[in-house]
């Protein structure tokens, strides 16, 4: 395959290194937040405005303060620990590499209130998410998160003490 090695070429190649760099950077810091109990403002800062985030068997949520709260409930509720493993992440970029479309693959353990006991889970899924470039940084506008397996783990596992956070700032 022929490079074209034009400045405007290379500069745009480069572009799109950085804004993959940049979006793998921000898929872990979904994860982050997600493992911090659905923090709302690690949430927040991740998402547009106008952000929509849908799962199966969880709904729709629009807007930033929507989507946060209803995640951080979701946590607060039912979500004991969880450890997301963020796999395989790719990005397609528009012509002007100010959009860009994204899918990763979940691998999850996680803690979950069963008639109120915690109850070990796997869990497996993949998210099909869109990005927007805001300056050199990206957020999320578009989340949707599909899920493959919501499994019980009945043999459970044991959680290291200081491993459950309840928020960002917990010093565990």
């Not at 923090?39 to 547009?48: E, F, H, K, Q």
């Not at 970029?93 to 693959?105: G, I, L, P």
């Not at 949707?144 to 491993?163: C, D, F, Q, T």
Request: proline fraction near 5%; hydrophobic fraction near 40%.
């Amino acid at each position: 395959m022929q490079k074209d090695f034009e400045p405007g070429a290379v500069l745009k190649r480069l572009d799109i290194l950085e804004s993959k760099e940049t979006l793998r950077t921000l898929v872990s810091r979904y994860a982050i937040a997600a493992d911090h109990r659905n923090d709302p403002v690690m949430m927040s800062a991740i998402y547009t405005d106008d952000i929509v985030w849908s799962a199966e068997g969880f709904g729709t949520y629009r807007g930033k303060h929507e989507v946060t709260s209803y995640v951080a409930k979701l946590a607060q509720d039912s979500i004991v620990w969880t450890m997301h493993y963020m796999v395989s992440p790719t990005f397609t970029f528009n012509e002007d590499v100010t959009r860009a479309q994204c899918h990763w693959y979940l691998f999850e353990m996680a803690q979950i209130r069963t008639e109120g006991v915690p109850l070990s889970h796997w869990i497996a899924a993949d998210y099909v998410a869109e990005a927007v470039r805001d300056g050199d940084d990206w957020r999320f506008c578009r989340v949707e998160l599909r899920p493959k397996l919501i499994s019980p783990y009945r043999e459970g596992w044991e959680i290291l003490p200081g491993a459950i956070k309840v928020s960002a700032n917990d010093p565990a």
